[in-house]
């Protein structure tokens, strides 16, 4: 069973982190990913980019239109994800207790089930 364990982030929290704090999510992230590799739970990770980067498509009229954004009404936003394979909830929930940025306060780690997929194929 497919899980997405999201990253919460909050641009004031990681901003107030000291150097050492940072680099030690960085080694914790490298960790966590090798210990889920060699149990084969490991699918992929991906760091996302700032959102203010980011553009919004959305309909206006029924025509899907470009604007500037997301305009985010929380401070959280998504920052990045892991995609594991699991064999049950608690476990993907045991996975994300795991994250670094999970034993941050003011920084989360949302477990969703994946209801649906398809890839490409390489």
Do not use: W
Not at 24 to 30: F, K, L, P, V
Not at 92 to 116: C, H, Q, W
């Amino acid at each position: 069973m497919k899980y997405l364990l999201m990253m919460q982030v909050d641009r004031e929290v990681l901003d107030a982190l000291s150097a050492e704090q940072m680099d030690a999510i960085g080694a914790g992230h490298g960790e966590f990913m090798d210990a889920i590799t060699a149990s084969g739970e490991f699918i992929l990770t991906q760091a996302l980019g700032d959102p203010s980067a980011s553009a919004v498509v959305r309909s206006t009229g029924g025509v899907p239109q470009v604007h500037d954004g997301p305009f985010l009404e929380a401070k959280e936003f998504l920052g990045g994800f892991y995609l594991v394979d699991v064999d049950s909830k608690e476990r993907a929930l045991e996975l994300a207790t795991l994250i670094p940025d999970a034993k941050i306060e003011g920084l989360a780690i949302e477990v969703r089930p994946v209801a649906f997929e398809k890839a490409a194929e390489f």
